[in-house]
């Protein structure tokens, strides 16, 4: 038995929105009776912003919660609001699902996708494969720029996970070898994109961002802190405040530490320098 949150039940129990919208404005269509879940989404526009939004769906609870919380959080969004929603948001706003029916938030998205794409007439997701129309999956009708898009978002390592999230390989299994090569193609593209050499800008941000959201807190805890003021070649410059500044026994230990931190994070040629 699975363990569904009180929000899903709720949403299942009593969802938002059933129906359709006659003089809708767009529509969106996301799996098929065929592979046992479908669902259709209307919405209607005043200018850019979603003024209402209403579902028809075949499909388990999970199918039911999803497609009700989704129109829940678009309705009073703009357009552009709208399309920065991913499946994780819509699992999330449920407060989870089990994994085994998370490719129900996932069809909450694609039809709100598909619903988009009518109104943008393009496409809405970039660097997707070039083969991202061929489908992989015959038996649920899963195309590879859903696997991928599946897991870009959701971090998916696993065959198992790809199912749980778009039923990919879930009857016959014999796409589970296509869909493995997807997540190897996956993460040998990002590795090499992690590989690439970062601009000044980029490593200035980085480094901002690594002071700011994990070396600082950690000084906060003993009355310190610490500024980032520049970066020449692979000095870092800081400044440290508060307990810091004034505990020069331990400056060489938080200058490690810093340095530590940075190095592992950012680049593992820099040094920090104090002043």
């Not at 599946?150 to 869909?179: D, F, H, P, Q, S």
């Not at 000044?200 to 003021?229: A, N, R, W, Y």
């Not at 520049?230 to 020069?248: A, I, S, W, Y």
Request: proline residues 2%; charged residues 30%.
């Amino acid at each position: 038995m699975w363990d569904y949150s009180e929000k899903v039940l709720d949403h299942y129990r009593n969802p938002r929105n059933v129906g359709k919208i006659d003089d809708a404005d767009l529509i969106g269509e996301a799996g098929s009776l065929a592979c046992g879940d479908s669902l259709k989404l209307y919405l209607k526009l005043d200018g850019e912003k979603i003024v209402d939004a209403k579902f028809q769906t075949f499909g388990c609870g999970s199918a039911v919660a999803s497609s009700s919380i989704l129109t829940e959080m678009i309705i009073g969004k703009t357009l552009d609001e709208a399309k920065k929603i991913t499946n994780k948001d819509i699992a999330e706003e449920l407060g989870g699902l089990p994994q085994e029916k998370m490719h129900c938030s996932v069809m909450g998205h694609e039809a709100l996708e598909d619903a988009l794409k009518k109104y943008y007439g393009e496409e809405i997701e970039e660097n997707l494969p070039e083969t991202a129309d061929k489908i992989v999956c015959t038996c649920f009708n899963v195309t590879e720029n859903q696997i991928w898009e599946a897991i870009k978002v959701n971090n998916l390592r696993t065959v198992e996970e790809v199912t749980n999230y778009t039923k990919a390989g879930g009857a016959c299994g014999r796409c589970k070898g296509t869909i493995q090569d997807i997540i190897d193609t996956y993460y040998k593209a990002e590795h090499k994109k992690e590989e690439a050499p970062l601009t000044v800008t980029q490593k200035i941000l980085k480094i901002s961002k690594v002071i700011e959201q994990q070396i600082s807190p950690e000084l906060q805890k003993d009355g310190g802190d610490i500024e980032f003021i520049d970066l020449e070649g692979n000095k870092v410059k800081v400044r440290l405040t508060g307990m810091c500044q004034g505990c020069k026994n331990s400056r060489m230990t938080i200058k490690t530490f810093v340095e530590s931190i940075l190095r592992d994070k950012v680049d593992k040629n820099l040094e920090v320098e104090q002043v």
